[in-house]
DNA sequence: CATATATAGTGGTATATGCCACTAAATTCA
DNA sequence: TGAATTTAGTGGCATATACCACTATATATG
């Protein structure tokens, strides 16, 4: 309210979708790892584990697709995971070159131990922003994280000078 | 499709908000870093740079505040910023414990040159999303920012065992 | 088959972000 | 006023994330 005088650059406060997403990112990344806390985890490294488990081994690039997280960062973020002894790598039997992903049995025991406390945090979630809204949103989210929609922005790269 | 054994852990990767928000983040950080790239800045200290212009002068303390982000983190991310000589802080006459943000000569050209190139992105990503769901997807966004949804998400914790 | 190219991962470096412990300064209160 | 408390920032450490250069392996091609 004090500051509305560059009506310019509120454009961009208001309008821009980078900003505004990292900033709920950060309040939620807050909110999500408070509700984790006591695990010692946080949520993004929950979502990881979760995801190895739901993918059944895959490959790092294939996690790394699936998370729409470059290779690498892949790799940095799950150093602390397997120092901890929480997720092996263990090699592709077919192609040398790959490594697939798997939890520890350590690993599985957390990830179920933190599922309780991420339902209890999704439902404060959908219960502050509202049932119908929340639905909509992730369905939005997910259209943003696919290939798909990253397609349609590098095409639309060519046209809009 | 091949990975639907787990239907357990799928409930997670589809109801996730806080996994569905960093997936989204992270695709878009990617697009609009793309988009950024000929200035040598990131979306993010593109960001930064308008709100720190934006706020005329504000305190770390009320930058960290309106980026929802946390103090120190802050003032980790302006080091670079600072070292380029693209910001400076300087101390608050009235109290002594306070410093104050602003953008250099330089920062503010290099903010300016930077809006052209933004806009651009912001245009192709309301293309590519849509008018209408790009406009309700920042409303959320912002709710989901606010202090109000915190304490909602917050307030709901003792209740939800 | 031998070489050219494409693919999977690693390690280095840089930014992004958070928590904690600590300092300095302001404010409160006995 | 002087001690206790609160507030603003800093520095250290840890995780999150990206890009680049490099290695090893696999695949394609002449």
Redesign the interface.
């Known amino acids: 309210m004090a500051?509305d005088?560059?009506g310019?650059?509120?454009g961009?406060?208001?309008?821009?979708?980078?900003?505004?997403?990292?900033?709920?990112?950060?309040?939620?990344?807050?909110?999500?790892d408070?509700?984790m806390e006591s695990t010692g985890l946080k949520?993004?490294q929950f979502?990881l584990m979760?995801?190895i488990?739901?993918?059944?081994e895959p490959t790092l690039k294939e996690l790394a697709e699936a998370?729409?997280?470059d290779l690498s960062a892949l790799g940095h973020t799950l150093k602390p995971l397997i120092r901890d002894g929480l997720v092996e790598l263990f090699p592709d039997p077919r192609d040398r070159r790959a490594k697939r992903v798997r939890l520890t049995p350590e690993g599985l025991a957390r990830q179920q131990e933190m599922?309780g406390l991420?339902q209890?945090?999704?439902?404060?979630?959908d219960?502050?922003?509202g049932t119908k809204?929340?639905q909509?949103?992730?369905r939005?989210?997910?259209?943003?994280?696919s290939q798909e929609?990253?397609e349609?922005?590098?095409h639309?790269?060519a046209r809009?000078?």
């Open positions: 500051n005088q560059h310019q650059d509120d961009v406060w208001l309008y821009c979708s980078n900003s505004a997403i990292r900033r709920a990112a950060r309040r939620l990344g807050q909110l999500y408070g509700a949520g993004t979502s979760t995801q488990r739901r993918a059944a998370m729409v997280m599922l991420w209890q945090a999704q439902e404060r979630f219960a502050a922003l809204q929340s909509e949103l992730r939005t989210l997910a259209f943003i994280s929609f990253a349609s922005f590098r639309l790269e809009d000078t």
